[in-house]
């Protein structure tokens, strides 16, 4: 198991959210308001070791363009970033409710 961590600069407040599932090939994403309504605070959990690279480009592509604050709790059992990038989404519509 990896352990990642980031921020992104953020102007919206999220409202508590749970999508997806930790199954084989999925992502379950948990988002919580936090105290800096400005920042996006990231932990990306994984089952797979030497992709963070490709979780900070697909992050960072994310939150450019959904600048939702809060503090995101991914954990990925092998999901792909079209994968990621769909859950991401989810949370983002259903924290946007």
Do not use: C, K
């Not at 600048?67 to 990925?76: S, T």
Request: cysteine-free.
């Amino acid at each position: 198991m990896q352990t990642l961590t980031y921020q992104f600069p953020a102007s919206r407040t999220p409202r508590r959210t749970h999508v997806g599932v930790v199954a084989s090939g999925d992502l379950e994403i948990l988002l919580d308001e936090s105290a800096d309504a400005g920042v996006a605070d990231v932990r990306v959990r994984t089952s797979v070791d030497g992709f963070g690279t490709v979780w900070h480009a697909t992050l960072e592509r994310f939150f450019s363009h959904t600048p939702i604050g809060g503090r995101w709790e991914l954990n990925d059992f092998g999901a792909t970033p079209a994968v990621v990038t769909l859950r991401l989404r989810q949370a983002a519509e259903e924290a946007a409710q």
